[in-house]
């Protein structure tokens, strides 16, 4: 029943290395989200992907990358891991369209610590 | 400039006394929804109302309630009797074309 999903719930590595974290919705929404919170607890979205169109705020590293294998997932592959990288991140989906109001669905988040 | 604007960073307030989280956003559309987010110490995010802009109503549901003010372009929100389960970080955002999050008011209720 759980509507986005996110795995997984805890990620340790080290720096340098490459890691995915995976995010499906069973919502049958259009739009994913990619969201990073920083330890001050600000929400900062990274991408926003559908079908269409891939949308990157332009302050995220290219290490970065969004990965939609269909339109229920939207996997985040990070690249030679940064110890600032580390913070939650979380998956989200919404129906955009004009009569949606592109209410944001979140998962429960991806807790990644970089050492 | 901030599309949403939560001024008050830390708030701290004593068990059953009321609190009001202020919201303030700016857009130029006249098609929009505006949201509240509760963020529980466990990390979920939880929604918690949304508003579309031509409903100027204001809402109650138990505890909480919203009031909100296109004159002043505010969405805030109100606990009464708070208790200590309300301890949180309070989100508020807009939805336009994109969807935008104010940075979050972190609210402490002490027994």
């Known amino acids: 029943d759980t509507a986005v999903s996110q795995t997984p719930k805890y990620l340790v590595t080290q720096m340098g290395n490459d890691k995915s974290i995976k995010c499906e919705q069973n919502?049958?929404?259009?739009?994913m989200y990619w969201y990073k919170q920083d330890s001050k607890k600000f929400l900062k979205i990274m991408f926003s992907?559908?079908?269409?169109?891939?949308?990157i705020n332009e302050t995220v590293p290219n290490r970065f990358s969004p990965k939609s294998p269909d339109k229920a997932h939207l996997n985040l592959h990070i690249n030679s891991l940064e110890l600032g990288d580390s913070a939650v991140y979380f998956c989200?989906?919404?129906?955009?369209?004009?009569?949606?109001?592109?209410?944001?669905?979140f998962g429960p988040g991806t807790r990644l610590t970089v050492l | 400039a901030q599309k949403v604007t939560q001024a008050q960073t830390e708030i701290s307030v004593v068990e059953k006394e009321d609190v009001t989280l202020d919201c303030v956003y700016e857009?130029?559309?006249?098609?929009?929804?505006l949201f509240w987010y509760k963020q529980p110490p466990s990390g979920e995010l939880v929604f918690l109302i949304r508003?579309?802009?031509?409903?100027?109503q204001n809402e109650i549901s138990g505890r909480y309630s919203w009031n909100f003010q296109k004159s002043t372009s505010s969405f805030n929100f109100t606990i009464t009797a708070s208790q200590v389960v309300d301890s949180a970080v309070y989100f508020c955002?807009?939805?336009?074309?994109?969807?935008?999050f104010g940075t979050g008011t972190s609210l402490t209720v002490i027994p």
């Open positions: 989200a989906s919404s129906q955009v369209g004009t009569r949606a109001n592109n209410e944001q669905f």
């Open positions: 919502l049958g929404h259009d739009t």
């Open positions: 992907y559908n079908n269409k169109e891939l949308i």
């Open positions: 857009t130029r559309d006249t098609t929009y929804y």
């Open positions: 508003r579309n802009s031509f409903d100027e």
């Open positions: 955002a807009l939805s336009e074309s994109q969807f935008y």
